[in-house]
């Protein structure tokens, strides 16, 4: 581009040298030609303009430095002035964009037209909320790429985007070759296996903490009195030595005591899990109150970060549906929110408590759709009008909610037709007398107190007080290895059922199909015993009745070698979901990556493939979501992988083996329920 008007410079100073002018005019026309030719080819021009580069250039034209609205939990946006300090250290005009993660492909083409639409020279730098993600100047000579090699293999994956910008200034500063050298060596180290360690733990590294701690300060002078009395009396059967005073023992146990107690929290300094900062209540609400002032002049909101999924047609189709359907008889406003929902926004990635915030943000009642333009997915929540809202709410295909497989592929997702075909459920759904409304969804996490560890003298600090002592009671360890011999031997051939507080850490990554056998049919008993004695059964009876459906009705089927083994997994998380429902407890997820962990504590997007980055948005118990946030690459390793069906065969993920019922567990054990009596032909 530069070349281009350097030449069209020289053109027109030559313009008027009598019989070059012809010849001038032509080489004009033709390097304008040329200019349009390659701004159409150029990978930039891919990216969604006037969309996202031109949002971003008028952001960037206000302040060099834009950071997302969408990821107030990970990087507020109160950080801007951070990231300003960092990039006034580069030494030439910087550019910053943080954003929510994208392909460096993407990336690239982003920054080319973004800095197309800008118009000024300088250093681009993408930030994708971990790290920096991309880096590409134009018209100044800084070291942008060895600067982002060395930024992502020397900064630890849990230091945050601010240490990583800061690593990425100090290397721009360092000049060409020096920079060079240090990416070089970087990626030496990380290739030999020298993986930054991690700067943070998590709450499960603490809680570990928390129970070595109390398992020193109770056994450790519980065992310097005990081996003090045992010595005192081996000493008085053979009457030799002189005694000792009483109180030094007692002493030496209590000076013990205190120094534990005072150095552990010294050694076990931690406070913060991540390196995300709060967020201040203007961080919590931005992005909820930019998508309301965008609902007041257009119900259907597309969110000017993401790529966009519908044309202009398909717009104009939706304003003309929404029109309609607003007109109907027990209709009304209809709002469509074109907006991702990641983990790190205000709402946690709950869609229906964003659209529930968006909702009291416009004041207005009316049907609220999220349409994720990342993942596909649509929710649809009611809001005061006269709808059925269980409807909406659980009687939507998947097809339309989640999408088929042809959703998947597209890169739009297809959510043009789709949002077309809800706005037909719409037209059909069943009319109430009265407004209805979607129940209150569960708040989300607390931001303000979200990464904070727990005490180090709390949680498992008590049961390590416990188990300290009981270790330095050296008499009872034969009793207690005989003990647990039988009670292994035991549960070896007639096991009980784990307790669910204990399932992700024994449930194997790679059960065999005796294991299974086992499990299943242990869960299945102790469900039907359980299930007999209670009279109000609940959800249970919908978990025990697909259950049985699985097995044909014979629950002696689980113990059959030719059970299938993707049949075997979803009959225990039936089951074990039926006997948590009996308890009281109506949790609907368990955990994506291994359903034999158990519940689910919230969702996280986790890598699936030990090869590339692709990450998909799954249920995860606390140790997964510890692991996919300490540890993201560990998380393939810890995919149920199913046994082969045939001898010799290699075992493949879960979600890969099979195309049945058990395909439905990330989605919740009620979609889990439904696919079942859909193959089953039962409604």
Same mark, same amino acid.
């Given at each position: ?36 030719? !390659? ?25 060099? #430095? ?6 107030? +939990? ?39 037209? %973004?800095?197309? @639409? ?52 100090? %290397? ?64 008085? +059967? ?7 005073? +009483? ?61 966009? %999924? ?6 104009? +189709? ?6 309609? !359907? ?134 498992? !600090? ?55 056998? @086992? ?51 979803? #009959? ?6 039926? @006997? ?104």
């Amino acid at each position: 581009m530069r070349a281009v008007t350097t030449n069209s410079a020289w053109a027109a100073r030559t313009w008027g040298r009598g019989p070059d002018r012809a010849r001038v005019r032509d080489l004009l026309l033709a390097l304008c030609a040329l200019t349009a030719l !390659f701004a159409t080819a150029t990978p930039a021009a891919a990216v969604d303009t006037p969309g996202q580069a031109a949002y971003f250039a008028d952001r960037l034209r206000e302040n060099p #430095v834009y950071v997302s609205d969408q990821l107030p +939990r990970e990087v507020p946006r109160s950080t801007a002035p951070d990231f300003a300090r960092v990039a006034q250290r580069t030494g030439v005009p910087t550019y910053v964009l943080v954003l929510p993660m994208s392909s460096s492909s993407e990336g690239r083409q982003l920054l080319g037209a %973004v800095h197309d @639409r800008l118009g000024r020279d300088g250093l681009y730098v993408l930030i994708d909320g971990t790290n920096v993600a991309q880096a590409t100047a134009w018209g100044v000579r800084v070291p942008a790429e060895a600067a982002t090699t060395v930024a992502l293999y020397e900064v630890p994956y849990d230091a945050g985007p601010l240490h990583g910008f800061e690593r990425f200034a100090e %290397v721009i500063n360092q000049g060409g070759a020096k920079a060079t050298a240090r990416a070089e060596a970087a990626r030496e180290r990380f290739r030999a296996g020298g993986e930054p360690a991690e700067m943070y733990i998590g709450p499960s590294d603490r809680n570990n903490q928390s129970f070595l701690t109390g398992s020193l300060l109770a056994g450790v002078p519980l065992l310097i009195v005990l081996t003090a009395g045992y010595v005192r009396r081996r000493r008085r +059967r053979s009457g030799a030595g002189r005694r000792v005073p +009483r109180w030094v023992v007692p002493g030496a146990a209590v000076l013990t005591g205190a120094a534990i107690a005072l150095t552990a929290p010294v050694v076990f300094d931690q406070t913060t899990s991540s390196a995300a900062r709060p967020p201040t209540p203007a961080d919590l609400s931005a992005r909820v109150e930019r998508v309301a002032a965008g609902l007041r002049q257009d119900p259907v909101y597309t969110d000017p970060e993401s790529p966009r %999924v519908l044309d202009a047609r398909q717009r104009e +189709r939706l304003h003309e549906r929404i029109r309609d !359907f607003r007109r109907s008889d027990g209709g009304g406003p209809v709002f469509i929110l074109l907006v991702p929902q990641t983990p790190e926004s205000e709402a946690a990635g709950d869609a229906e408590l964003f659209a529930a915030a968006v909702h009291a943000k416009v004041g207005q009642a009316g049907v609220y759709v999220v349409a994720d333009p990342d993942d596909g997915t649509i929710d649809v929540v009611n809001h005061g009008l006269r709808l059925e809202s269980d409807r909406l709410s659980f009687g939507l295909p998947d097809s339309l909610t989640l999408g088929d497989s042809k959703a998947d592929e597209a890169d739009d997702h297809l959510l043009g037709e789709r949002l077309d075909q809800l706005m037909t459920h719409l037209d059909r759904t069943p009319r109430t007398d009265r407004p209805q409304a979607a129940p209150t969804p569960p708040a989300a996490p607390s931001a303000a107190h979200e990464n904070d560890l727990p005490p180090l003298f709390a949680t498992d !600090f008590w049961p390590g007080l416990f188990l300290g002592a009981f270790a330095a009671l050296l008499l009872s360890g034969v009793l207690a290895a005989l003990t647990s011999g039988v009670t292994g031997l035991l549960r070896w051939r007639s096991p009980p059922p784990e307790p669910t507080s204990r399932l992700p850490l024994t449930a194997p990554t790679e059960p065999s199909a005796s294991y299974l056998r @086992r499990t299943a049919h242990a869960e299945l008993t102790a469900l039907t015993e359980e299930f007999s004695s209670r009279e109000e059964h609940g959800p249970a009876w919908d978990h025990l009745d697909a259950a049985m459906l699985l097995l044909d009705g014979d629950l002696d089927r689980a113990r059959q070698a030719g059970t299938d083994a993707a049949t075997l997994v979803a #009959v225990i998380v039936l089951a074990r979901a039926g @006997r948590a429902a009996l308890s009281g407890d109506a949790t609907d997820r368990c955990c994506g990556v291994n359903p034999l962990h158990g519940p689910a504590v919230g969702r996280h997007h986790v890598r699936v493939s030990a090869e590339g980055a692709a990450r998909r948005l799954l249920p995860v118990c606390e140790v997964c979501r510890n692991t996919a946030v300490a540890h993201p690459r560990g998380i393939p390793d810890r995919l149920l992988k199913l046994p082969a069906p045939t001898a010799g065969g290699s075992r493949l993920p879960y979600l890969e083996a099979t195309d049945g019922p058990l395909t439905a567990v990330p989605h919740g054990i009620t979609r889990l329920v439904r696919k079942v009596r859909e193959t089953a032909g039962v409604h």
